[in-house]
């Protein structure tokens, strides 16, 4: 049974880094295919793919946030973590961490982690 | 990047009737080295995360009541459910995973007429 649940500050301050950890289980990161993946929505709004992470390092980041954002795993916590820079408002919304299976570094998400809710606010 | 366009934005079904969401992707998603169309499609209900319904464009997921079905091709994308519930009310998005940035469509809100 596959399960991703994310962790992090609940508030940052404008210009802060903003660091979100994905525990999961039923996966190893170590598996052929598979990926890990960070998605966000602000409040009402639609989903934003930010970055993934596959079983053999290949890192891909979204082009308009690539310079915020960075992406690493630690395989023996099973722990994926997200790490955003030079925080704003806009940056506000609930960040997702998701499974990724489809072969061949490329893939859907079928397992998602209920969310957290970021506040972005001094 | 490619600019995935879902219409309408909302719409309201009666009970039983079908209910049809069109997504068109600004260049294909189709690899034609394995002739698989990269889409695929998500529910999200209110304070939950997105539900994959479909995969590979036509492709249900395990789980899924067989009431929902993909199709499309290419650039031009349907997921139709065949008789709503009202278990159904939610927000769907399409998502291509052709190459990177993945992107989402808007979002289409199916409500209950």
């Known amino acids: 049974q596959i399960t991703l649940k994310e962790s992090g500050p609940t508030l940052v301050k404008p210009t802060q880094t903003l660091t979100l950890t994905c525990t999961f289980s039923?996966?190893?990161?170590?598996?052929?295919?598979?990926?890990v993946g960070w998605i966000r929505q602000p409040p009402g709004k639609a989903l934003e793919w930010l970055a993934l992470l596959y079983w053999d390092g290949d890192k891909r980041y979204s082009p308009s946030l690539k310079s915020r954002l960075s992406i690493t795993k630690d395989t023996s916590r099973n722990q994926v973590v997200l790490t955003m820079i030079t925080m704003d408002p806009v940056d506000a919304g609930t960040y997702f961490c998701?499974?990724?299976?489809?072969?061949?570094?490329?893939?859907?998400?079928?397992?998602w982690g209920q969310g957290t809710l970021v506040t972005v606010s001094s | 990047d490619i600019v995935m366009t879902q219409s309408p934005d909302s719409l309201a079904v009666s009970l039983g009737e079908r209910a049809t969401i069109n997504c068109k992707s600004s260049q294909s998603v189709l690899y034609s080295s394995n002739n698989k169309n990269y889409l695929a499609w998500y529910q999200q209900k209110p304070g939950q995360p997105p539900k994959l319904l479909i995969y590979w464009a036509s492709s249900r997921e395990s789980g899924v009541p067989d009431r929902f079905g993909g199709s499309g091709s290419g650039t031009d994308f349907t997921l139709t459910i065949s008789s709503l519930q009202a278990d159904d009310v939610a927000v769907y998005y399409c998502q291509q995973y052709y190459n990177t940035p993945w992107t989402f469509g808007q979002g289409t809100k199916v409500e209950i007429k």
């Open positions: 039923g996966f190893s990161l170590t598996t052929r295919g598979v990926g």
């Open positions: 998701a499974h990724i299976v489809g072969g061949g570094n490329s893939g859907y998400f079928d397992y």
